[in-house]
């Protein structure tokens, strides 16, 4: 039974590019959140979807990160007009309930 | 956002010992999880407790949740170097909230 799967494990990116992470949650899995760890910071929730509806998007930057998980696929986190700043790894969880949440191995952003 | 502080931030010991984590809140929590997390890699869940005095054991680890709910230990006995990584203990709000609130980690080392 695989875990959460997210691609790419590390993304190189260069200030105002577009950086995008998918994340495939474990099968059965309809609840996906999305968590950023910043260096020396601890995780940070962001984003909390189920199929094509967003929940929670209260721990998401106002402006150049979104977030979708279309009916089909996986869901994706967009970070637009990236900033040295944006360097992070980040994390995807999926729920059953919503309630134990399996994390994927991550993302690591650096933008250069 | 409710703060989650864990204590001690560093832990070093000798194999066959036993440590005690902690993590603790002013707030209270529907549920708390504990995490472990390597290097380079995810959160891997180890447990999710969700009733005040709850009491779960899992080999050589014991859970422990306050009667009040805002608090945790987390409990290793005869401690093996494959006991070493971060340890995360992680929250949620109220019964509907489902983003994890985390705590900045206690980082055990067990030296053989």
């Known amino acids: 039974n695989a875990g959460v799967m997210q691609n790419p494990r590390h993304l190189v990116r260069r200030r105002g590019q577009e950086a995008r992470l998918r994340c495939s949650p474990m099968?059965?899995?309809?609840?996906v959140y999305w968590y950023r760890q910043l260096p020396e910071e601890g995780l940070k929730f962001m984003v909390y979807?189920?199929?094509?509806?967003?929940?929670?998007e209260s721990g998401m930057p106002k402006e150049r990160f979104s977030a979708e998980f279309p009916k089909e696929g996986p869901s994706i986190l967009r970070i637009q007009q990236v900033v040295r700043g944006d360097s992070a790894a980040y994390f995807c969880?999926?729920?059953?309930?919503?309630?134990?949440?399996?994390f994927g191995p991550g993302t690591r952003l650096t933008v250069l | 956002t409710q703060l989650l502080e864990q204590s001690p931030q560093f832990l070093s010991i000798q194999e066959g010992e036993n440590l005690t984590v902690y993590c603790n809140s002013s707030?209270?929590?529907?549920?708390l999880q504990w995490y472990r997390q390597e290097p380079g890699e995810g959160p891997v869940l180890l447990v999710t407790?969700?009733?005040?005095?709850e009491v779960k054991k899992l080999k050589r680890l014991t859970f422990q949740f306050g009667d009040a709910r805002k608090d945790s230990s987390l409990h290793i006995t005869a401690a093996q170097p494959g006991d070493t990584g971060l340890y995360l203990c992680?929250?949620?709000?109220?019964?509907?909230?489902?983003?994890?609130?985390f705590g900045a980690g206690t980082t055990v080392t067990v030296r053989a």
């Open positions: 979807l189920q199929k094509e509806n967003i929940i929670d």
């Open positions: 992680a929250g949620t709000g109220d019964s509907n909230d489902y983003k994890l609130s």
């Open positions: 969880a999926s729920s059953l309930t919503g309630y134990e949440q399996f």
């Open positions: 707030s209270v929590f529907s549920s």
């Open positions: 407790v969700v009733t005040g005095g």
């Open positions: 099968k059965g899995h309809s609840h």
